[in-house]
């Protein structure tokens, strides 16, 4: 069976939320300057989950995903474009907000 012709799965709200991220962090790519003048971005990524954060565990909640960066940092790889942060951090409902301390990135297709 080809992958043109397999049944795919309904999107979920999650995979909804993705797909949104995706089309604008490409929206986002198409608008930059074409000088190459370095510019501010902001990613946001959002979603439902649950998990542990600092041994705590934490039932299905919304997070949102912040992340800032340059545009002078975009990487084209080929198949994908890779964005690296300057910053990140997550906001979980009824849990808070922590910065991300290890680098992040965001990768477009």
């Known amino acids: 069976m080809s992958l ?3 049944e795919l799965p309904p ?3 999650v995979g909804r ?3 949104r991220s995706v089309f604008f962090a490409l929206s986002v790519l198409f608008l930059l300057p074409a000088s190459g003048e370095a510019s501010p971005i902001t990613f946001t990524h959002q979603g439902s989950g649950s998990g542990t954060l ?3 565990a934490f039932e299905p909640s919304s997070f949102v995903i912040t992340a800032t960066g340059d545009t002078s940092t975009v990487a084209d790889l080929g198949l994908v474009y890779l964005a690296e ?3 990140a951090s997550i906001s979980i409902t009824g849990v808070g907000s922590v910065d991300f301390v290890t ?3 965001t990768f477009v297709n």
Do not use: D, E, K
């Open 54 to 56: 600092n041994g705590v």
């Open 103 to 105: 680098p992040t990135a």
């Open 17 to 19: 939320a993705c797909v």
């Open 85 to 87: 942060h300057t910053s």
């Open 4 to 6: 043109l012709n397999a």
């Open 11 to 13: 999107i979920s709200r």
